[in-house]
């Protein structure tokens, strides 16, 4: 498989590590007075639903960028690559 990196273009998947469901960026506030639900939420509770899906990928043999990929888990065609920053910082996430 290959990703299109943003800032790279084509790179193949085996430069990658899998880390999983993108929604890990969404970390809730472990200071919320339910920080304990929310927190066995975001590490156990996941959809696995088939057709498009986005994923953490990190390039660990390239320049180290943590990626949002989405792709059709059924097909694994790719429709979107993102720098994860930019998505975090989208969502009022991060610096």
């Given at each position: 498989?290959?990703?299109?990196h ?17 929604t ?10 339910d ?12 959809d ?39 998505v975090?910082?989208?969502r009022?996430?991060?610096r």
């Amino acid at each position: 498989m290959l990703i299109p990196h943003p800032l790279l273009g084509l790179r193949d998947a085996q430069e990658f590590t899998y880390l999983g469901d993108a929604t890990l960026i969404d970390r809730p506030d472990g200071l919320a007075a339910d920080a304990a639900a929310c927190f066995f939420d975001y590490g156990y509770l996941r959809d696995n639903p088939p057709g498009e899906h986005r994923e953490l990928w990190f390039h660990e043999q390239g320049d180290r960028s943590w990626l949002v990929v989405t792709r059709n888990i059924t097909t694994h065609e790719i429709t979107r690559v993102e720098l994860a920053r930019d998505v975090a910082l989208a969502r009022g996430r991060g610096r």
